[in-house]
T-cell receptor, first 109, second 116 residues
Framework: AQRVTQPEKLLSVFKGAPVELKCNYS??????LFWYVQYSRQRLQLLLR??SRESIKGFTADLNKGETSFHLKKPFAQEEDSAMYYC???????????FGTGTKLQVIP | NAGVTQTPKFRILKIGQSMTLQCTQD?????MYWYRQDPGMGLKLIYY???????DKGEVPNGYNVSRSTTEDFPLRLELAAPSQTSVYFC???????????????FGSGTQLSVL
C-alpha cells in the first residue's frame, strides 16, 4: 500500500524566513513524488515533481530514499506563498495518486 | 480550453437521498479520479479510472459508485446519502502518456456537498 504523511497541519513563518514542509512516504516500489498547492479560491495545481528536479517559485524538494522523505523547502518565504500544500505519491504507472493530509502554510508579514 | 468541469458547485442533500456528481474533461485524458477533501484529512481517493470501461476503488469507496462509459465523463454516484459524506469533492484527470512533462493531475473546481 502507498501512504503519504504530512505531520504538520499548520506551519506559520515570518516573511523572509526559511520554510520546510515535511513529507514522508511509504511505498514498496520506486515512488514518483509531487507537491501540489491550493491557493485561496483556486484549484489544486501541481507545484513541482521530483523527477524533474526543478525549482518553482523558489521551492525545491529532494527525494531522500533512505529517509523516505520528500520535504519542500524555500529559503525565504513570501506572503504569496500562503496556501495549502499537499504531498502526493504515484505508483510506477502514474495511475493511482495518493495525497497526504496537507499542510497549511501561513506567512506572517 | 475548459479542462476539468464539475457540476454542481454546491448541493444540499437530505439523508437517504441520492445524487450524481458530474465530471467531464476535454483533454482526452485516459486517467480520471475522484477525491474527497475533509478538513484536516487531506484528499482521499474514492475511485479512479484508467480508461473507458475500467474503474477501480481507492481508499474510501464505500457509499459511492462510478462508471466510465466514455473517455470524457466520469460521474460519481452517491446512493443513500449520509452525513459522513458531507465534504468537498474533486474530480481530476491526467494523461496516460507518461513522461517528465505530463504526469500531473488537472483538477476541477470542486463540488461542496452537505448532507443534512
Amino acid at each position: 500500500a502507498q501512504r503519504v504523511t504530512q505531520p504538520e497541519k499548520l506551519l506559520s513563518v515570518f516573511k523572509g524566513a526559511p520554510v520546510e514542509l515535511k513529507c514522508n512516504y511509504s511505498y514498496s516500489g520506486s515512488p514518483e513524488l509531487f507537491w501540489y498547492v491550493q491557493y485561496s479560491r483556486q484549484r489544486l495545481q501541481l507545484l513541482l515533481r521530483h523527477i524533474s528536479r526543478e525549482s518553482i517559485k523558489g521551492f525545491t524538494a529532494d527525494l531522500n530514499k533512505g529517509e523516505t522523505s520528500f520535504h519542500l523547502k524555500k529559503p525565504f518565504a513570501q506572503e504569496e506563498d500562503s496556501a495549502m500544500y499537499y504531498c502526493a505519491l504515484s505508483d510506477l504507472g502514474y495511475q493511482k495518486v495518493t495525497f497526504g493530509t496537507g499542510t497549511k502554510l501561513q506567512v506572517i508579514p | 480550453n475548459a479542462g476539468v468541469t464539475q457540476t454542481p458547485k454546491f448541493r444540499i442533500l437530505k439523508i437517504g437521498q441520492s445524487m450524481t456528481l458530474q465530471c467531464t474533461q476535454d483533454m482526452n485524458h485516459n486517467y480520471m479520479y475522484w477525491y474527497r477533501q475533509d478538513p484536516g484529512m487531506g484528499l482521499k481517493l474514492i475511485y479512479y479510472s484508467v480508461g473507458a470501461g475500467i474503474t477501480d476503488k481507492g481508499e474510501v469507496p464505500n457509499g459511492y459508485n462510478v462508471s466510465r462509459s466514455t473517455t470524457e465523463d466520469f460521474p460519481l454516484r452517491l446512493e443513500l446519502a449520509a452525513p459522513s459524506q458531507t465534504s468537498v469533492y474533486f474530480c481530476a484527470s491526467s494523461s496516460s502518456d507518461r513522461g517528465p512533462t505530463n504526469e500531473k493531475l488537472f483538477f476541477g473546481s470542486g463540488t461542496q456537498l452537505s448532507v443534512l
